[in-house]
């Protein structure tokens, strides 16, 4: 006798935008920063192999997306080709467990192992285990942007200590446990302007029995990144626009000395970010290239 898989409900809706011709990188970024705080994540993708532009984005939310908004903001963006209907699907409930194990196996990366509660081997020897389940909020270890962190933190391991750290942004909170376990004695803060983030950092904190401060806020006006700084080591992974404009709060925020580790922006885009922070007196020391995108490190 067949026996039924368990079916697990969950909210996530995915909605693909439907661009009636091609998409180059600099546009699907527009796309991307004027409907970040519509979703709970926004992905690109270039379709081409080579350095040529054919972009697509995609949102995932909790819950079904606001379509009239969403069509409000992309009217605004005035991109010749937009889309002229919206048609979000919900994602699939069929064994949402076993999706999740097989769309998220352990990633390892430089020194870290990372997994979900569902893989029930053994961490590598020798490598720093992160807990992360694929949740409704972004940072995984699977996109480039974070495993470009994840190295950047590496490097920094073999040269430097911290003692107090900033995670802006921060997600599914990765970033942050990927901190305190290279440098335990550090003091962790983790903001972001979505609660649900906030509610999920605190979740894999306690799973990666990491002790942290967490807070929804406008960046760093939040109350709690303004109380616990400066820092001397702050994380960003957002996008260029935002990481742009956040340039003069940021470095007021870092210790003099400090690092700052920032992702979340495209290779062409590295020149415009590395030139906000330089004019604050910052000095780009690394990068770190993967595919389309970079993660830059700056020291104060």
């Not at 940072?139 to 974070?146: A, L, P, R």
């Not at 004019?279 to 770190?288: A, D, E, R, Y």
Request: aromatic share 8%; glycine share 8%; charged share 20%.
């Amino acid at each position: 006798m067949a026996v039924r898989k368990k079916q697990i409900p969950h909210p996530l809706y995915s909605l693909s935008l439907p661009f009636r011709q091609r998409l180059d990188g600099e546009t699907a970024q527009r796309v991307a920063d004027a409907l970040e705080d519509a979703a709970v994540s926004v992905f690109l993708h270039n379709k081409e192999s080579t350095d040529g532009d054919n972009w697509t984005v995609t949102l995932t939310t909790l819950g079904p997306p606001d379509t009239a908004e969403i069509m409000r903001r992309l009217q605004q963006l005035d991109i010749k080709g937009a889309p002229r209907q919206l048609k979000p699907a919900k994602l699939p409930e069929t064994d949402w467990l076993q999706h999740v194990h097989d769309n998220f196996p352990p990633v390892t990366i430089d020194n870290f192992f990372i997994r979900g509660s569902h893989f029930r081997g053994k961490t590598p020897k020798g490598r720093i285990p992160l807990h992360i389940d694929a949740a409704t909020a972004f940072g995984s270890g699977e996109h480039q942007t974070t495993q470009g962190c994840l190295r950047a933190f590496a490097w920094l391991a073999g040269k430097h200590d911290f003692k107090n750290a900033l995670d802006m942004g921060c997600g599914s909170g990765i970033l942050a446990i990927a901190m305190k376990k290279i440098w335990p004695r550090i003091k962790l803060t983790a903001i972001d302007i979505d609660p649900e983030s906030v509610r999920v950092t605190k979740r894999h904190a306690a799973m990666n029995k990491v002790t942290l401060q967490a807070a929804a806020g406008d960046g760093y006006a939040a109350p709690l990144s303004k109380k616990n700084g400066p820092y001397n080591i702050i994380a960003a992974n957002i996008l260029a626009g935002p990481l742009i404009a956040m340039a003069p709060a940021a470095v007021k925020s870092l210790e003099k000395g400090g690092f700052c580790v920032l992702s979340g922006l495209l290779k062409r885009q590295q020149a415009e970010v590395a030139k906000a922070y330089e004019k604050q007196g910052l000095q780009l020391v690394k990068s770190f290239p993967a595919e389309d995108w970079v993660t830059l490190v700056f020291r104060a």
